[in-house]
Each structure stands twice: as structure tokens, then as C-alpha cells.
């Protein structure tokens, strides 16, 4: 397994969870690194995502509320969560691909299982 999500779980609204997705050697160097959530019933959508430079970006919903981070030294992706609502009640994976950082789910090549978060 290549990638693995932790830190989920259920929280009340307005609380805050750090999400984070421990990444293996050979997918620490990807161009791209990205927060999905899916909902039961709902597509999978972009939460944030993080290029090899740095450079970040969040999806409308969630923009200024969320965090995306990496610490290289640890090959661990972060996603602090603040202010969290029930509709942010999701399944959430991190994901990997080569080249930008798009929201297209299909873009991505590699995934992780999932972290269930639940708002309530």
C-alpha cells in the first residue's frame, strides 16, 4: 500500500481534525498531492492540493477553513480541518499523480483507502 490516510473520525460542528496520509518512497517525489472527499451518494470532489513547489489550492467549500501541508522528512501529507459542518461528512483520500495539480478525480493514478469523517 502506498498510501495510508489516518486521523478521522467524528466531531461536532465547529470542532477541528487533522487528517494525515503517510506517503511511500516511490510516490514522494509526485508532482501533485491532493485531499478527495466522497459522500454517500455523491461523486468524489477536490478538497485542496499541494505541488512539489509548494504552491496550494482548496476547493470553494472549503477555502479558508482547511489546510493542506507536506512534511517531506516524515512523507507525510496533512489536512487540518477547522470549523467543520455536517456537510463536510465525507469519506476523505489522499491521492498522487505526476504533472499539475487538477480537480478531476480521474487524473489521479494512486489512492489511498480512505479516513471517514462525520460532522454532526
Known amino acids: 500500500v502506498q498510501l495510508v490516510e489516518s486521523g478521522g473520525g467524528s466531531v461536532q460542528a465547529g470542532g477541528s481534525l487533522r487528517l494525515a496520509c503517510t506517503i511511500s518512497?516511490?510516490?514522494?517525489?509526485?508532482?501533485?498531492l491532493g485531499w478527495f472527499r466522497q459522500a454517500p451518494g455523491k461523486k468524489r470532489e477536490g478538497v485542496a492540493g499541494?505541488?512539489?513547489?509548494?504552491?496550494?489550492s482548496y476547493s470553494k467549500s472549503v477555502n479558508g477553513r482547511f489546510i493542506i501541508s507536506k512534511d517531506d522528512a516524515k512523507n507525510t501529507l496533512y489536512l487540518q480541518m477547522n470549523s467543520l459542518k455536517p456537510e463536510d461528512t465525507a469519506m476523505y483520500f489522499c491521492?498522487?499523480?505526476?504533472?499539475?495539480?487538477?480537480?478531476?478525480?480521474?487524473?489521479?493514478?494512486?489512492w489511498g483507502r480512505g479516513t471517514q469523517v462525520t460532522v454532526s
Open positions: 491521492a498522487a499523480r505526476n504533472g499539475p495539480c487538477l480537480w478531476s478525480a480521474l487524473r489521479y493514478n494512486f
Open positions: 518512497k516511490s510516490l514522494d517525489s509526485s508532482d501533485c
Open positions: 499541494i505541488d512539489n513547489h509548494g504552491k496550494t
